[in-house]
DNA sequence: ATAGTCTTTATGTCTATACATAAGGAACAG
DNA sequence: CTGTTCCTTATGTATAGACATAAAGACTAT
């Protein structure tokens, strides 16, 4: 248990070593840790690298810290799974195949009631909607169901997506605050079915994503996976 | 574009600013971008507060940095959503509902092909095989179809499960040094329409996870959820 | 009791400095 | 031309010391 001093004590080792303490040693659920300054002397280091140590395992969710009160493992540990949001061509061409894409349709029309309320419209705004497809070796693999508000992007109205998808041209032109995403299994719908090798009602993995930025919307998208998707993690 | 020197530099607002430099300023994908000495001069601060200031900006995935080579803005920023995976109980509490959970059914069985090449287990190994409902207010929340593999977790067999859910008891007992999670859309079957009201091949979201320990895996887990949830995440 | 104020304390962050380390590139040898 | 060695450089990390800040707890006046 006493610290190795021969090494140079870096907060790597100092980490490792702490999170053992918490899942198989002595520091169980809500057990308030030594101070940093007691526990830097403990492992012969600077507070600076406990503090590093000890933000960095507070990031996974073990720990919870706080001014005064110190520092205390959670009860119930909040682990958090990150996943990778890839632009479709990278996540195709991860997986060994040909990419290609193809647009279905674009038009400009009145902004959809629940359109509206996601993308916090004014009535009667227009909007732009596109349907694209996007293959790996000829089969497709996401269908792609996009509103982009021209208010706020007056650009892509005059943008030609027949070659790029709309999701290529947005992250490489327009900047965001703030995208929230979320993850369902929806029922497959005439436009799934149509394009993404569903049958009527099949269970669909779908993401959807809203993205703002500086408070105004610019597009919100719903992106639906061929038969039998997996979005994975691990840590 | 000069930094304000009347008010204290803090790694936030260099962060900030860098982050405005690539997502709407000069600084576009593939940029390399100033050393850090360099940066630390032109804010009128330390490297180490630059260096915080880029660190964190990297772990977005905004980034790129090399020894040697620089900071490079990312062509594809790929980003990351960060999914909190809570205890069944804690989310349901966090929507205001009360926490009630039952025990379907446990016994002890030979482990299914799928199951023993999940979890690498061998022929004919036994396997506890556990069915519980999670319930908010009186309405079905989650169904969660646990495996544990007994030879390497012996007291899960002799555990009480009728009043505390798998789960919280494994995250209480057993320390885990790998987590794969992954999220689908599949089709309703008997068991879902049994206990979530679901009809027979509706889209029902289920999050497949399994947990191992020093290369043995510990337990596999289904969840599966009520109609209609979705899993949410901003960044 | 109760509300407001002060003190104490643990974490949060910045600085200056030092050395470690990966890796690009130049110099060199074959 | 090709591979090896060495130098240089940008990031990675550790340290001591300082001050900032949130918040618990004590103390005080009403």
Redesign the pocket.
């Known amino acids: 248990m006493t610290p190795d001093t021969t090494t140079?004590?870096?907060?790597?080792?100092?980490q490792a070593d702490i999170v053992r303490r918490i899942t198989n040693g002595p520091w169980g659920p809500g057990t308030l840790?030594?101070?940093?300054?007691?526990?830097?002397r403990e492992f012969?280091?600077?507070?600076?690298?406990?503090?590093?140590?000890?933000?960095e395992i507070?990031d996974l969710g073990l720990i919870d810290?706080?001014?005064?009160?110190?520092?205390r493992v959670r009860l119930a540990p909040v682990r958090q799974a990150r996943f990778d949001i890839p632009l479709v061509r990278a996540e195709v061409e991860a997986t060994g195949s040909a990419y290609r894409y193809a647009l279905v349709s674009q038009n400009v029309l009145p902004a959809p009631d629940a359109l509206r309320a996601q993308l916090n419209l004014a009535p009667d705004a227009p909007v732009l909607h596109l349907v694209c497809v996007h293959y790996a070796d000829g089969a497709p693999w996401q269908l792609e169901d996009r509103w982009i508000n021209p208010a706020a992007l007056p650009q892509a109205t005059a943008q030609d997506f027949s070659n790029r998808g709309p999701n290529e041209w947005l992250v490489a032109t327009v900047p965001f605050s703030e995208v929230e995403i979320s993850f369902q299994a929806i029922a497959a719908t005439d436009l799934q079915v149509a394009h993404l090798n569903h049958r009527p009602g099949d269970p669909v993995f779908c993401v959807k994503r809203t993205t703002w930025w500086q408070d105004a919307a610019i597009t919100h998208a719903v992106l639906s996976y061929r038969p039998g998707h997996r979005m994975t993690a691990r840590y």
Chains 1, 2 share one sequence.
């Not at 810290?65 to 520092?71: A, D, H, N």
């Open positions: 140079r004590t870096t907060f790597r080792s100092v840790l030594p101070t940093e300054a007691d526990l830097a012969h280091c600077s507070r600076a690298t406990i503090n590093r140590a000890l933000r507070a810290r706080r001014r005064k009160s110190g520092t």
